[in-house]
Each structure stands twice: as C-alpha cells, then as structure tokens.
T-cell receptor
Framework: GAVVSQHPSWVICKSGTSVKIECRSL??????MFWYRQFPKQSLMLMAT?????????EQGVEKDKFLINHASLTLSTLTVTSAHPEDSSFYIC?????????????FGQGTRLTVV | GENVEQHPSTLSVQEGDSAVIKCTYS??????FPWYKQELGKRPQLIID?????GEKKDQRIAVTLNKTAKHFSLHITETQPEDSAVYFC???????????FGKGNQVVVIP
C-alpha cells in the first residue's frame, strides 16, 4: 500500500510553546488528509479534514486557532499545536487519501506522541 | 455529520472460533466502509473495506457484510489466531463530504 510518513514520532515540549507535526504522502498525491487524536485505549477522534489548497474543516469542539492545519501541497499537511498545555498531551495521527484516483483507502502515518510538560 | 457506533467494546474468543464485530452508522449517504486493525503502539492498518454497491466481501479469513437498509456493517473473522488480537476500528465515509469517521474501536482478545 501507499506510504504516509509522520514526523516527529514523539516530542516533548514546554507548556506555552508550539509544536509542528508533519504528515507526508510519499508515493501518491494526497488530496485529502485527516488529523486524529487518540487517547490511550480509545478511538481515533477526528479533529479536522484538510483538502489541498483550501481551509481545513474542523470537527465540532476542536479549536481551529489552537490546532492550525496547513495543507499547502499535495504531499504535505502540517498540524501546529499552539500554546501547548499539558492537556494537549496525546497521540496525534494523520491519514491521507487520494480522492482523485481509484484509491479511496486512507493510509495512516505512524503517529506523533506529544507530551507537554 | 456521520456517527459511527461500534459494539461490543471488548470481545474475547477462543483460538479457532469466529469473532464478529458490528458497527452502525447514521448517514444513509455514506458509501465507503473500511475496517482497520491497530496493534499496540502501531498505526491502524486497513484490513478490508466495502462499498455501498456491494453486500459482502471476503478476503481469506476476514469478511465484511453490509446492510444498507439497517445501516449496519459487520466484520467477521473466522478461525481466529492469537495474532488477530488487536483493536479493530470501523469507519464510514460519505464521498460527498470526504469525511472519514471512526467507531470507538473493539478490543479483540484471542485466547490460545
């Protein structure tokens, strides 16, 4: 299957700082990317859906000013957690799909473990 | 938006028995239903998917059935093996809004 690479795999940051997470599709053009948050032993909570070249669509309850999403190219989407606080500590995972071709499957990145101290 | 419910939350089966996980969805316009398997500490991996124009799909020991009228779809794992132990997520997508929503996941434990 297609490969989605997420970076970094883990990050520790101080409270009040910002953290950027990158999600790259390595061998296909990802017209759509999804950002999820996953708490231990819980489901994947969809945070936002981003389409290349347009603004992300955020799910209800997700602060768009705190979780900035940029999908400037067909192979890269970034999630920036601004002014991070300990409650933002979580596992963030992206997935990407090529909605223009025959592939409709969403491929996942390996996830980013964020710890805010 | 689409709401996906998944039951049961935990399922224990004896090795060799079958496991069935059921999901329901709310948006009748949803037309793509994938199932993902997530092992501890790893990313979710697609194991099977089905589109709304098909009622059943099978891939070796794994099958998925879709009932559009009742708006539910199920994952069937036959001849379970210890390596089938994982969390399984169902999801639903509507091509119109391009949004992939997941159920809460099901912890499957295969007892040797």
């Amino acid at each position: 299957g297609a490969v989605v690479s997420q970076h970094p795999s883990w990050v520790i940051c101080k409270s009040g700082t910002s953290v950027k997470i990158e999600c790259r599709s390595l061998d296909f053009q990802a017209t759509t990317m999804f950002w999820y948050r996953q708490f231990p032993k819980q489901s994947l909570m969809l945070m936002a859906t981003s389409n290349e070249g347009s603004k992300a669509t955020y799910e209800q309850g997700v602060e768009k000013d705190k979780f900035l999403i940029n999908h400037a190219s067909l192979t890269l989407s970034t999630l920036t957690v601004t002014s991070a606080h300990p409650e933002d500590s979580s596992f963030y995972i992206c997935s990407a799909r090529d909605s223009q071709g025959l592939i409709t499957e969403a491929f996942f990145g390996q996830g980013t473990r964020l710890t805010v101290v | 938006g689409e709401n996906v419910e998944q039951h049961p939350s935990t399922l224990s089966v004896q090795e060799g028995d079958s496991a069935v996980i059921k999901c329901t969805y709310s948006d009748s316009a949803s037309n793509y239903f994938p199932w993902y398997k997530q092992e501890l500490g790893k990313r979710p991996q697609l194991i099977i998917d089905i589109r709304s124009n098909v009622g059943e799909k099978k891939d070796q020991r794994i099958a998925v059935t879709l009932n559009k009228t009742a708006k539910h779809f199920s994952l069937h794992i036959t001849e379970t093996q210890p390596e089938d132990s994982a969390v399984y997520f169902c999801a639903a997508m509507t091509s119109g809004n391009n949004r992939l929503a997941f159920g809460k996941g099901n912890q499957v434990v295969v007892i040797p």
